[in-house]
């Protein structure tokens, strides 16, 4: 039977104390983690779905930590950092003169996680040519390394995740079906902050505490208002987002008070909706405001990805997926002079 949590302050307590390192008691993240402690002494596979920055990798090692495989490797593979050529490799290792540059015999995550769980994130961009192999070990337990005819037996544990729509994936062909109801065995979705706008204040409180004490300052204060534009905020970027927002904010504390991080409101009339309707819209309205005031500069320390908090590829990602792109403005020769239209012109970009 799981264990009941049990209030500490702003913070729940689960089990033996090893969700130390996940905060919040919001009812969307408690009922996360009483699924966790349900599945975590199972052995069965999980699969984290979740936007960037919801901490699916807290939640995988804390699945791990609860299991009986606690104390055993826990190895983590993230698919989408590992050029698709050498992904095979990386998975299932290979032999010396295994292909150009095997110059010596690797092992395998799969070997390294024997009788431990292997975590692999962003299973949504593992290429399709690998897929039927992953299929193959979950099912089986076994694999042969590149270059190798002999059978590699093994115990493994797995713990997959991504930020896709792996349903829309295997409609469009694009992910095996097999394999995904394979990896679906017992999925786990993760709240996106916004859904936890309870949570926020200690979150807030938790890295300007950690943050302060990193780069030897003190925060003494958090203004009412910054504490309530921090939870009004719709979070794109989640909990990643919120953290290096909270470590700019106290770089830039000149006194004890914590300035409020979020870019300013400007009022915007061509692209920016002024009452968003749903979340969607909000932080649609979000990234077209901040790439406005950006000059439509996605990366680069001024760019809207920096300020924003995220990653290029993930502000990327969330302009593809929200159809988010920029109008092709058209300019007259009388706004922009004779000269400068006649050198458009040249370069074939006249109206």
Known sequence: MAASPLMNGD?????EGRFEQIIGSSVALVTVLEKVERVAPTGSTVLIEGE??????LIARAI???SPRCGRPFIRVNCAAIPLDLLESELFGH???AFTGAIAQKIGRFEMADTGTLFLDEIGDIPAAVQPKLLRVLQEQEFERLGSGRTHRVDVRLVAATNRNLVEMVEQNQFRTDLYYRLNVFPLGLPPLRERQEDIPTLVKHFVDVVSRRLGKQIKDIPAPTMAA????????????LQNLIERAVILADDDVLPNPLPAS??????????PTTLKDSERALILQTLELSGWVVGGPTGAAAKLGLKRTTLIHRMKKLG??????RVSSAEIG?????RLWFLGLGT
């Open 11 to 15: 913070q729940y307590q689960f089990g």
């Open 52 to 57: 960037t920055g919801t901490g699916k990798e």
């Open 64 to 66: 791990h930590n609860l």
């Open 95 to 97: 032999e010396k003169g």
């Open 230 to 241: 921090l939870q009004a905020y719709p979070w794109p970027g989640n909990i990643r987002q």
């Open 266 to 275: 400007t009022p915007r009339t061509s692209t920016v909706s002024s009452f």
């Open 324 to 329: 988010i792109e920029r109008q092709q403005q």
């Open 338 to 342: 004779p000269e400068t239209e006649s």
